[in-house]
């Protein structure tokens, strides 16, 4: 599986971005999908995550509210809508694909796609 994010860019606070994970290859309707984020000097950390199947979807407290994950099987594609936007969700945005029995643990996912930055401007 391969992992293209992109959607990324320059946006003022209180407003709002989506990014997009796109896949080439086989499996990936049968697996979790998710948003980690890292910003200089910090470690890298889970924002959200799509499960395949029914799709039950997690967030981290921070972004509760906010973000919005979601997936569309037919275009291997898993969308992170980011509403609110705030000065400290300022970071390189990365997907991740796996079967992880910890969601927001990165090492617990096999695959992933190269950052995309966010941006936020105050």
């Known amino acids: 599986v391969q992992l293209q994010a992109s959607g990324g860019g320059l946006v003022q606070a209180g407003g709002s971005r989506r990014l997009s994970c796109s896949a080439s290859g086989r499996g990936f309707i049968n697996y979790t999908v998710a948003w980690f984020r890292q910003a200089p000097g910090k470690e890298r950390e889970f924002v959200s995550a799509?499960?395949?199947?029914?799709?039950?979807?997690y967030y981290d407290d921070f972004v509760k509210g906010r973000f919005t994950i979601f997936r569309d099987n037919d275009k291997k594609t898993v969308y992170l809508q980011m509403n609110s936007l705030k000065p400290e969700d300022t970071a390189s945005y990365y997907c991740?694909?796996?079967?992880?029995?910890?969601?927001?643990?990165?090492?617990?996912?096999?695959?992933w796609g190269q950052g995309t930055q966010v941006t936020v401007s105050s």
């Open positions: 991740a694909t796996g079967t992880p029995l910890v969601w927001a643990d990165p090492s617990e996912y096999d695959y």
């Open positions: 799509v499960k395949y199947g029914v799709g039950t979807t």
